[in-house]
């Protein structure tokens, strides 16, 4: 009986490695801290057409955040995306505050990451209909830091 062997060419080693990698990636809980953009979880609801950008010396770039709106569960949700424009921020974090004194931060205080490509989703806890809501986060790209503060927002 005659042994069949297939001899992979380069690209095909290349294409096993990055599905070697993709598959640790979505087995790993710490997936953005690594080289290859994960996929990225995203807000259930609708976008209010508004883009929060980050600034740094008056000058946006270094990243933006985006809110949603669920209507079925009222809650509103926040995701923090680096720009695309420039290569990579490190050290991304994102904060949803509501008027009742809730919020969520991500990453985690518990377990800190250095996310590289976006922090969230994060979702308020409760029936959020008729209150305002606030944003921050922060990253660091090319050694300067961004800073997100929107202020009260989604208000009604």
Not at 70 to 88: A, E, I, M, R
Request: contains cysteine.
């Amino acid at each position: 009986m005659k042994r069949l062997t297939k001899r992979l060419r380069t690209p095909q080693l290349l294409g096993v490695g990055v599905m070697t990698l993709l598959l640790g990636l979505v087995a790993s809980p710490t997936a953005q801290a690594a080289t290859a953009a994960p996929a990225a979880a995203q807000c259930s609801g609708s976008w209010d057409g508004k883009t929060y950008w980050a600034k740094a010396a008056g000058r946006n770039g270094g990243g933006y955040a985006r809110t949603y709106w669920n209507s079925s569960t009222k809650q509103n949700c926040v995701k923090f995306w680096s720009s695309p424009y420039d290569g990579l921020a490190s050290h991304i974090s994102l904060a949803i505050f509501d008027e009742g004194g809730d919020y969520s931060i991500d990453p985690p205080k518990e377990h800190p990451a250095n996310y590289h490509y976006f922090a969230g989703p994060l979702y308020t806890w409760f029936n959020s209909t008729g209150q305002c809501i606030r944003v921050s986060g922060s990253l660091v790209r090319g050694g300067v830091t961004y800073s997100l503060d929107t202020g009260p927002i989604r208000c009604g």
